[in-house]
């Protein structure tokens, strides 16, 4: 950034909203709606050697919830309260990380099988 301390204040806010536009990163998303059944079966269907298509990463927490938890996030669903979206990201492989939700999606693989 350049020296702020020889220009106007209305020059320096010019300034930083071009640095900010400059270095903002545009993200590309897309919203895709999927049954539960096609969720839990991406996320079961190769899930022992890894090969899952729908994949918990490394980064994220075990499986924590209680029984009571997963219950009530069970009933929500049966009583059509809406349910937070699921994040997914793509990686270079073609399978999707689990970013948020994956204490759902295994709270559902639970409870369907």
Known sequence: MKDSRNISGEAFMNMLEKEIDDQQRNVAFDIK??????????????????????????????????????????????IGLPIPYIFLAETSEGRYEIVDGSQRIRTLAAYIY
């Open 33 to 78: 709606e999927y049954t539960i059944e096609i969720i839990v079966q991406k996320y079961l269907n190769g899930l022992e050697k890894d090969e899952n298509e729908f994949f918990v990463p490394e980064y994220q927490r075990e499986f924590v919830w209680d029984e009571n938890r997963q219950s009530r996030f069970i009933e929500s669903l049966m």
